[in-house]
C-alpha cells in the first residue's frame, strides 16, 4: 500500500471518528435538549395551574369581600328602615296617648287601670297621687273619695306640668307610673313591638 493510500486509510479513519463522536455528542445533546424541553413544559403547566389557582383564589375572595360588603349594606339599610320607622313609631304612640288621655272614656279607664294596680301593689298608707295639669278636678275628686273611701286615708293629688298625660301614685317609696312619660320608659321592649307590628304590616301587604 503506497503512502498516499495509507494516508488516505488514516484520513477515513479519523473522519469516522469525527462522524461517531459528533453523532453521540449530538445524540446527548438532542437528549439533554428533550429533557430541557419537557421540564420547561412541565414548569410551564405548573406555573399555569398556580396562575389559575391564584385567580381562583382571588375570585373567591372577591365574591366573599362583596357578598360581605352586600350584607353590610343590607343590615345598614335595614337599621335605618328601622330607625325610621320606630322614630314614626314613637311620634304616633305619644301622639295616640295623648288623643287617649284626652277623651273622657279612654282617660278614665287609664285612671281605673292605673288605680287598680296601686291597690294590689302599693302599701295602705297615704298615698301621693301626682298627675297631668289637664285632668278634670270632677274626675280627680271622684276617684280621690274611692280611694279615702276604700283605704279610709285621702290621697293627696299634685299637677304636675312635666307629665303631659296620665298620673302615677306613691306610698312609702313604692310608685306605680301610668304616667305617658312611664307607659313609655322600656324603649327597648316597646321598640321590639313596634318593629313587629311593622313586621306583620308588611307581611300582610305583601
Known amino acids: 500500500m503506497s503512502v498516499a493510500d495509507q494516508t488516505q486509510a488514516l484520513l477515513a479513519l479519523v473522519e469516522a471518528d469525527r462522524a461517531r463522536r459528533c453523532e453521540a455528542i449530538l445524540g446527548e445533546a438532542r437528549v439533554r435538549a ?10 410551564a403547566q405548573r406555573q399555569v395551574r398556580e396562575a389559575f389557582r391564584e385567580e381562583r383564589a382571588r375570585r373567591v375572595e372577591r365574591v366573599a369581600a362583596a357578598r360581605a360588603n352586600l350584607q353590610t349594606r343590607q343590615r345598614l339599610g335595614e337599621q335605618q328602615r328601622s330607625a325610621a320607622f320606630l322614630a314614626a313609631g314613637w311620634q304616633r304612640l305619644h301622639d295616640e296617648l295623648l288623643r287617649r288621655w ?9 285612671v281605673a287601670n292605673v288605680a287598680a294596680d296601686a291597690r294590689k301593689r302599693l302599701p295602705r298608707a297615704e298615698w301621693r297621687v301626682t298627675h297631668a295639669p289637664d285632668w278634670p278636678a270632677a274626675e280627680r275628686d271622684a276617684v280621690g273619695a274611692a ?7 285621702a290621697p293627696a293629688f299634685a299637677a304636675d306640668a312635666t307629665v303631659g298625660a296620665g298620673l302615677k301614685i306613691a306610698a312609702l317609696g ?6 305617658i312619660q312611664g307607659l313609655v320608659a322600656d324603649r327597648a321592649e316597646i321598640g321590639a313591638r313596634l318593629l313587629h307590628l311593622v313586621d306583620l304590616t308588611v307581611k300582610e301587604k305583601s
Do not use: M, P
Not at 280611694?147 to 286615708?153: D, E, K, P, R, V
Open 34 to 43: 428533550a429533557a430541557l424541553l419537557a421540564d420547561a413544559h412541565a414548569e
Open 102 to 110: 284626652r277623651e273622657h272614656e279612654a282617660r278614665r279607664a287609664w
Open 147 to 153: 280611694l279615702a273611701g276604700a283605704f279610709s286615708i
Open 174 to 179: 313604692n310608685v306605680i307610673d301610668g304616667t
